[in-house]
């Protein structure tokens, strides 16, 4: 379980002064924020109708320059 070490260095700092529940509440609803985003992400990037849109969206965005071959 190296995630649960990540965990407790990036909060050391704090680490004995504040209840763990806490924490442990904090990072469960990140991690499953973080599931949601790149479940959204992996339907977008397989519908057809999204990528087709949204490729064109950003090509708008791209300095024509760029574009130029």
Do not use: K, W, Y
Request: charged share 10%; net charge positive.
């Amino acid at each position: 379980m190296p995630f649960v070490l990540t965990i407790l260095l990036a909060e050391a700092a704090t680490l004995g002064h504040a209840p763990a529940h806490g924490l442990i509440q904090e990072r469960f609803f990140d991690t499953l924020l973080g599931c949601l985003v790149g479940l959204l992400g992996a339907v977008a990037l397989h519908n057809p109708v999204f990528r087709r849109v949204g490729s064109h969206l950003l090509r708008q965005f791209i300095p024509a320059r760029f574009l130029q071959v």
